[in-house]
T-cell receptor, first 112, second 115 residues
Framework: RKEVEQDPGPFNVPEGATVAFNCTYSNSASQSFFWYRQDCRKEPKLLMSVYSSGNEDGRFTAQLNRASQYISLLIRDSKLSDSATYLCVVTTTNFGNEKLTFGTGTRLTIIP | DVKVTQSSRYLVKRTGEKVFLECVQDMDHENMFWYRQDPGLGLRLIYFSYDVKMKEKGDIPEGYSVSREKKERFSLILESASTNQTSMYLC??????????????FGDGTRLSIL
C-alpha cells in the first residue's frame, strides 16, 4: 500500500461548482498535513496546512480525519484559475527527523 | 518571501557525464531537499540535509550524491548520468529541523534530459 494515496483524476468540473477530493495515508503516526498546488510545468506551492480541527481559507476548506486516516480539500465556487494538480503531503517525524511524503496528485480542470 | 533558486530551468547532458544541479535559498533555512518528479510517480525524495555538511539518503539515492558546504547551497550530483535519470528535479527548503508543521518552499525545477 502506498504511504499517501490520491485519486489522480482528472476531475473536470464546471465553473462555480463545488469540488472535493480526499487523500489517504497509511502511517497512523503522521503528524502534519498539507495541500500543495502545482500548475503545469511549475513547482509545487503551498496551498494550505491542514489542522486537526479543520480550517478554511476563503473558498478552500481542509479537513483531517485521523480515525480514518484521510485528509480532504473542498473548493467552493470554483474558478478557472483553480485548474491545477493538487498534491497531498503528509509529514512523519522519526527521531527528530521529518519526512515528507507526497501523493501523486489529483488533476483538476475547471470548465467555463 | 522565500526564494529558492535552481541554477538551470532546462539542461541536456549525455550519458556518462557528471552533472551538477545547484540550489540556493536566501532565507537561512536549515533544511534542504532534492526531489525528482516523474509522471505517475509523484515527487520522490533523493537526498536531504538538515545542516551544513550533513546529508541523509531519501527514498531513491542510487546514482546520486549531494554536497552542502554552505547553509544556503545544496548541490545534487549525478556521478555518471544515465537515461533513466531524465526527469524534473526540484529543490526545496524549510525552516528548521525537528519542528513539525513546516511547509517546504520549492525552486522552479530543472528539466534534465540525458541523451
Amino acid at each position: 500500500r502506498k504511504e499517501v494515496e490520491q485519486d489522480p483524476g482528472p476531475f473536470n468540473v464546471p465553473e462555480g461548482a463545488t469540488v472535493a477530493f480526499n487523500c489517504t495515508y497509511s502511517n497512523s503516526a503522521s503528524q502534519s498535513f498539507f495541500w500543495y498546488r502545482q500548475d503545469c510545468r511549475k513547482e509545487p506551492k503551498l496551498l494550505m496546512s491542514v489542522y486537526s480541527s479543520g480550517n478554511e481559507d476563503g473558498r478552500f476548506t481542509a479537513q483531517l480525519n485521523r480515525a480514518s486516516q484521510y485528509i480532504s480539500l473542498l473548493i467552493r465556487d470554483s474558478k478557472l484559475s483553480d485548474s491545477a494538480t493538487y498534491l497531498c503531503v503528509v509529514t512523519t517525524t522519526n527521531f527528530g527527523n521529518e519526512k515528507l511524503t507526497f501523493g501523486t496528485g489529483t488533476r483538476l480542470t475547471i470548465i467555463p | 518571501d522565500v526564494k529558492v533558486t535552481q541554477s538551470s530551468r532546462y539542461l541536456v547532458k549525455r550519458t556518462g557525464e557528471k552533472v551538477f544541479l545547484e540550489c540556493v535559498q536566501d532565507m537561512d533555512h536549515e533544511n534542504m531537499f532534492w526531489y525528482r518528479q516523474d509522471p505517475g510517480l509523484g515527487l520522490r525524495l533523493i537526498y536531504f540535509s538538515y545542516d551544513v555538511k550533513m546529508k541523509e539518503k531519501g527514498d531513491i539515492p542510487e546514482g546520486y550524491s549531494v554536497s552542502r558546504e554552505k547553509k544556503e547551497r545544496f548541490s545534487l550530483i549525478l556521478e555518471s548520468a544515465s537515461t533513466n535519470q531524465t526527469s524534473m528535479y526540484l529543490c526545496a527548503s524549510s525552516l528548521r529541523a525537528g519542528y513539525s508543521n513546516q511547509p517546504q518552499h520549492f525552486g522552479d525545477g530543472t528539466r534534465l534530459s540525458i541523451l
